[in-house]
């Protein structure tokens, strides 16, 4: 792995007076400049800091941390999107050669061997041809049947081999394989533009006329990457539909479960997706084309209801959150379709409603499983701070720079953690968001909070109202709409590209599906 390197060198940084000495403390201050923000020892006893100031042991470790992750996401997205294509297409091209190559080096060593065979000769017998004057006797006819026998064998296979270059069908899938490369990268510009523009307006929530009546309850909805594909659930059935921008058609109904459904997660990179349920399973769903989903074998390790789930974002680790008060980590195996139990996370005194993991999560393994305890074992600090509270939904925004939590207390609120030093969390009050009092309704652990970084927006689901927030450039947050439902039974998402919110509620019994519409 690759470390990030800092392009000053620590000891020459100077101080705001020139001093010489090793820096100490750092102001936050952004009419200053370069120099002037840094003091040494000697600087603290003459300058009075004004405004925020941070120890600078504390800044050089966030920033270089920030750093790491910067690097992480670069090596990332190079090695996993593009250099496995590249590398696929190498070894594609070379195999069609190697098939010839060895085909070709086969076809040598056995007539070879052929010759070899004539190697050998017996003095007698040769006596006898010499004396009957049979000069240099041998049957012509049998070595040219070999011969032919070889051929017979290797021709066609290495002309079948060249006729595909003929026929040019590799050229046409390396030709297409670049082709989706560029493809790509393209499709990740457009998004890395996209999250320049910050929208601060508000959004405007329409509901379309595709709603699709459902009797049996749905707890957790979830779409593929391309929103083509929703999942759903219906007691412990799961139906798969196509989804046409809003427009839902039944495609499937997958019948395995033997209890409730819990949670639906569906995979960002495969036609995959992952469902736990009441029954303590969890399996894995698998399409082969044609919306023909298979499911593995049911994976049993929890004692008792299967909550949650979340994917890390290499899709190569499954956590898994029960009411047996325990989190399994699972291997997963996109190919082949399969999970592998690891280990079991069981610090908890009470069930797992929700899980989240931070952005590393995919590469500091430990560092990971030390902050879902700190999150949500009983070492939990925003917990403890108010014993009364219960934490029961909780996301990591991508960029680190905040996490959100949902809430209760007689009063909901919205509240954003900071994160303050390396796995210190801190409830920065300053940006608490109050959202509607409701001391009627209990608040329901379904409905993930949903975060969607290119749109700016975050989806909330808090008692019998659906919440769209967003961040403003001043760093605070805003409710820019939200919908009352008279249920706390609402369970849906948003979909990846931010465009439809699609939830069922207990009172109409149907998915509802609406546009969300800037302003
Ligand atoms: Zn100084």
Redesign the pocket.
């Known amino acids: 792995m690759l470390k990030s390197k800092m392009i000053e060198n620590e000891i020459q940084l100077q101080?705001?007076?020139?001093?010489n000495?090793k820096i100490v403390q750092v102001l936050l201050n952004p009419q200053l400049q370069r120099d002037q923000r840094l003091?040494?020892g000697?600087?603290l006893q003459t300058i009075n800091i004004n405004g925020k100031a941070i120890v600078y042991k504390d800044i050089l470790e966030i920033i270089q941390e920030q750093q790491q992750i910067k690097l992480e996401q670069v090596y990332n997205l190079i090695k996993s999107q593009i250099l496995t294509q590249l590398n696929l297409l190498k070894s594609n091209v070379i195999q069609q050669f190697e098939f010839i190559q060895c085909a070709v080096q086969d076809w040598i060593n056995n007539l070879q061997l052929l010759c070899q065979q004539y190697q050998q000769y017996s003095f007698h017998d040769e006596l006898e041809n010499f004396i009957n004057n049979k000069g240099i006797y041998f049957d012509q006819n049998e070595l040219l049947q070999r011969i032919s026998k070889e051929q017979n064998i290797w021709y066609s296979k290495v002309t079948s081999k060249l006729d595909l270059f003929n026929q040019f069908q590799e050229q046409e899938k390396c030709k297409e394989m670049l082709e989706n490369n560029k493809l790509m990268i393209q499709k990740l510009n457009v998004n890395f533009n996209q999250q320049i523009e910050i929208s601060e307006d508000d959004i405007k929530l329409k509901q379309t006329e595709l709603s699709v009546k459902q009797q049996g309850s749905c707890l957790s909805i979830a779409f593929n990457s391309s929103d083509s594909i929703m999942v759903s659930t219906n007691k412990s059935l799961i139906n798969v539909w196509n989804f046409n921008n809003g427009k839902l058609e039944l495609s499937q109904q997958l019948k395995y479960h033997e209890g409730w459904i819990n949670s639906l997660v569906f995979s960002k990179r495969q036609n995959l997706f992952l469902s736990c349920s009441s029954d303590q399973t969890i399996r894995v769903w698998k399409s082969y084309g044609q919306n023909e989903w298979i499911s593995s074998i049911p994976y049993q390790q929890h004692t008792d209801k299967v909550l949650c789930m979340i994917l890390n974002q290499n899709e190569d680790e499954l956590f898994s959150g029960s009411l047996d008060y325990r989190i399994n980590s699972w291997k997963l195996d996109l190919d082949k379709n399969e999970l592998q139990y690891q280990y079991s996370l069981d610090k908890h005194n009470n069930g797992v409603y929700s899980l989240s993991l931070n952005q590393k999560s995919n590469i500091q393994h430990h560092a990971l499983q030390a902050r879902i305890k700190q999150l949500f074992g009983k070492e939990d600090k925003i917990i403890k701070w108010n014993s009364n509270t219960l934490l029961n939904n909780l996301f990591k925004a991508l960029d680190q720079r905040f996490c959100l939590s949902k809430r209760i207390s007689l009063f909901g609120y919205l509240i954003v953690i900071k994160l303050m030093k390396y796995g210190v969390f801190q409830e920065n009050t300053e940006k608490k968001l109050k959202l509607n009092s409701d001391n009627v309704n209990m608040e329901m652990f379904q409905f993930p909070l949903v975060y969607n970084k290119n749109r700016n927006l975050m989806v909330l689901r808090h008692k019998i109202f659906i919440y769209i927030i967003r961040e403003l450039k001043n760093g605070n947050f805003k409710i820019v709409e939200q919908l009352n439902r008279q249920t706390n039974k609402i369970f849906g998402t948003v979909t990846n590209d931010g465009n439809h919110l699609v939830f069922w509620d207990e009172i109409k019994k149907e998915y509802q599906i609406f546009q969300l519409q800037e302003q």
């Open positions: 101080c705001a007076l020139k001093h000495q003091l040494c000697q600087c």
